[in-house]
């Protein structure tokens, strides 16, 4: 037997890959930048692998070779790769059935959700680590009601504005954590900062990187989950292990989310959330979107699509004067660009 990686070009190895994952119960991750298998004498697929970004995904083994350590040589290939690209911190999303055989090859459970998954890294103390940067950012323990907002800023709008503002106003404090996944055409950097400049007015505000501990719905791994729906309420039930780890560190005590009337996934997503977080005594507090004067819904998926089409203008109204102006600068040219040759500006 060998291990190789597969090229998506590879027709009959994909379909390989694709069966082998049926007879395990799993389907196709949709977002897969590297996958490998392992193969016998006769060119057949016993076992295979992939990554995304920083996270190994999609295992499975043939069922009449379980037990002759091909997981182990899978695991170890793509770690070995993802060790050349660079990415030395990794994640694994998987079965709680599964997830001993990655703490036996040094992954450590970082959350779960009781029977249908365990979100694991190769760092003993990685999440600990983050939970301690937190609390030395500031902003942690102090008196009177603490609010946390997490968002993907895509970009930075008055809506996201209204939101933070609104939160602001009724607490002590509001942590506003900004999604780090480097995912589509505008880069985190670029998110992360035109939040800070947009916020930069508030000083009850305080910025945090999400780090690698939550993700954007866009990169979810859901290949071992049956629907739509059961992905999304999974990962909003990890969302909430992981916040309220969070939340416990900082102090915080409502979690403020956008109403969204027109998302049907964002109204589950919120739906979750409000019914988990107060057996952690954290309210979930949703709030109102913001319109325009003309009463448009202010929203990140319309800016996208506005300087997709190359009218900016159109959705000045919707973006404070720090989005703006970067977007009518020299700077932004390339990421409009990449806006530009995208072929869905409106899909997460």
Known sequence: MYITQISPRDSRAMKQVEALLARTGLTLDGHLDYTCGVFDEDENLVATGSAFGVTLRCFAVDPDHQGEGLLNQVITHLVEMQTRRGNLHLFVYTKPASAKFFRDLGFYPIAEVPGLLTFLE?????FSDYLKSLSASGGAGEAGETAAIVM??????LGHRWLIETAARESRTVHLFVLSEDYGPIPASVRLRLVRDGVADLPNVVVHETGPYLISRATFPGYFLKSEEKILRTQAQLDTALFVQIAKTLGITVRCVGHEPHSLVTALYNDVLSEALPAHGIRCRIIRRLHTADDR?????TVRQAIHDGCLDSVADMLPETTLSFFRSPEATPIIAAIRAESDVVHY
């Open 297 to 301: 819904v202010i929203s990140a998926s």
């Open 122 to 126: 190769n760092r003993r103390t990685g």
């Open 152 to 157: 993907n800023a895509n970009p930075f709008t």
